[in-house]
């Protein structure tokens, strides 16, 4: 704006008598039209009404018709509150286009009480178009700080919203960890989930899905939507989604690159989000360890018993040395076939001739390595209770072992030279 109106292009001895009581009616006639035209700022919607309508439409006003000494103080005021307004309707996640809408609806208003009033007074078409270009030139920098307002909000909410969306993930994640105790209730603390959701702008589904993406330098792009909350890792990332769009989630990642891996949880209610999240990490960290086999897409679903019985790693390591010990004691070689065997006699009790079928052996084999077991746990054969604690352990450490997992047998020597 170069200048407000001036007295002498009106032909008044004092723009404050001209204005005053319009400068009233304006301010009024703005208020009554914006709410008029976009009922979100009266709150008529459920939403909060503006409560700097009135103020902004007032200071606007004035300092458009003001004249006087203090007149370049006032619009750096009024510009101060315009960038404070858009700021405002950033953080509350409105649209720049509304804002921009009640400008314009506010600037029509004032310039329809403008034109009249000249229209009343006849005023010339040379002081006409002057005050036209003087409103608009205003209307303009209003509407530059609007929009420098909203653009520095918009920054700051979405840097707020990441934090409360890390702040949510860190709740989840280490809402499953620590369950030391069987006391312990499963779950977690609904009214606080579904109040750092509401901070994260998640909407909380019915039933939400977990999955884990393993990938080698830049992370696959995930959906920008709200119901996706994610957590970026070096080499993995963590997914939770509504379950009815996690099948197609797992499909893009899958795709997003020729290293992905997709472990994909089964449907489960929110507050066991952050153990479907364990089950993720779990799946793949199996896969590695070539427990699960490395399937691009890898559902937990069908690997609930592996899941399960790997929760624990230090117990399985320690009932390993304890049960299976004389196994341990074997050569390599003659450690697998025993272990094959003896694992496919635990899961089926079948014959020799079933086994070796199995196995695709001559049942004679299956006799001979029968034999070998006998001698190596002799009686502990006919106890129920170490008959199903060594099918867990050893359910979980043959296919540990078949990979090439040394940890184990390492032990087993440490402890021996230890003891010796």
């Given amino acids: 704006m170069?200048?407000?109106?001036?007295?002498?292009?009106?032909?008044?001895?004092?723009?404050?008598?001209?204005?005053?009581?319009?400068a009233a009616r304006m301010v009024q006639a703005v208020v009554h039209r914006v709410h008029a035209e976009l009922p979100v700022y009266a709150g008529v919607d459920g939403s909060a009404p503006c409560p700097l309508l009135e103020v902004a439409a007032r200071e606007a006003v004035q300092a458009f018709l003001d004249e006087g000494p203090a007149r370049e103080s006032r619009l750096r005021k009024v510009y101060e509150l315009f960038r404070r307004l858009g700021h405002r309707e950033a953080q509350q996640d409105r649209d720049p286009g509304l804002m921009i809408a009640a400008l314009r609806v506010g600037s029509r208003s004032v310039w329809d009480h403008v034109s009249d009033f000249a229209v009343a007074h006849r005023y010339s078409v040379a002081t006409f178009r002057d005050i036209s270009t003087e409103l608009m030139e205003y209307v303009d920098h209003l509407r530059e700080q609007l929009v420098s307002g909203h653009e520095l909000g918009s920054r700051f909410a979405t840097q707020s919203r990441s934090t409360a969306r890390t702040r949510l993930m860190d709740f989840i994640i280490h809402s499953s960890g620590g369950r030391v105790s069987p006391l312990r209730p499963l779950g977690m603390d609904e009214d606080e989930l579904r109040r750092l959701a509401e901070g994260a702008r998640w909407p909380v589904p019915d039933r939400v899905s977990a999955l884990a993406v393993s990938y080698h330098g830049e992370p696959p792009p995930l959906p920008d939507r709200d119901e996706v909350l994610s957590r970026v890792g070096p080499d993995r990332i963590f997914v939770l989604c509504p379950s009815e769009d996690a099948e197609d989630l797992a499909t893009v990642l899958t795709r997003s690159g020729p290293d992905r891996r997709v472990a994909l949880s089964w449907p489960v209610h929110p507050d066991e989000a952050g153990s479907a999240l364990l089950w993720t990490a779990r799946a793949l960290d199996l896969v590695r360890l070539g427990v699960i086999a490395p399937t691009t897409l890898v559902r937990c679903t069908d690997h609930v018993t592996q899941l399960w019985l790997h929760a624990e790693p230090s117990m399985r390591q320690r009932l390993c040395q304890e049960l299976l010990e004389p196994l341990l004691a074997e050569t390599?070689?003659?450690?697998?076939?025993?272990?094959?065997?003896?694992?496919?006699?635990?899961?089926?009790?079948?014959?020799?001739p079933a086994?070796?079928?199995?196995?695709d052996v001559h049942p004679q084999t299956v006799r001979y390595r029968w034999k070998r077991i006998n001698e190596l746990f002799g009686e502990s054969l006919h106890d129920p209770e170490f008959i199903l604690q060594m099918t867990l352990v050893l359910k979980?450490?043959?296919?540990?072992?078949?990979?090439?997992?040394?940890?184990?047998?390492?032990?087993?020597?440490?402890?021996?030279?230890?003891?010796?």
């Fill in 2 to 22: 170069t200048g407000a109106v001036q007295v002498s292009d009106l032909g008044s001895p004092s723009s404050l008598e001209l204005f005053r009581p319009l």
């Fill in 332 to 352: 390599p070689n003659s450690r697998e076939i025993l272990s094959d065997t003896l694992l496919a006699w635990l899961e089926t009790r079948d014959s020799a």
């Fill in 355 to 359: 086994i070796a079928a199995r196995l």
């Fill in 396 to 420: 979980t450490s043959l296919l540990m072992w078949k990979a090439g997992n040394q940890s184990d047998f390492e032990r087993f020597r440490d402890r021996k030279l230890s003891d010796q």
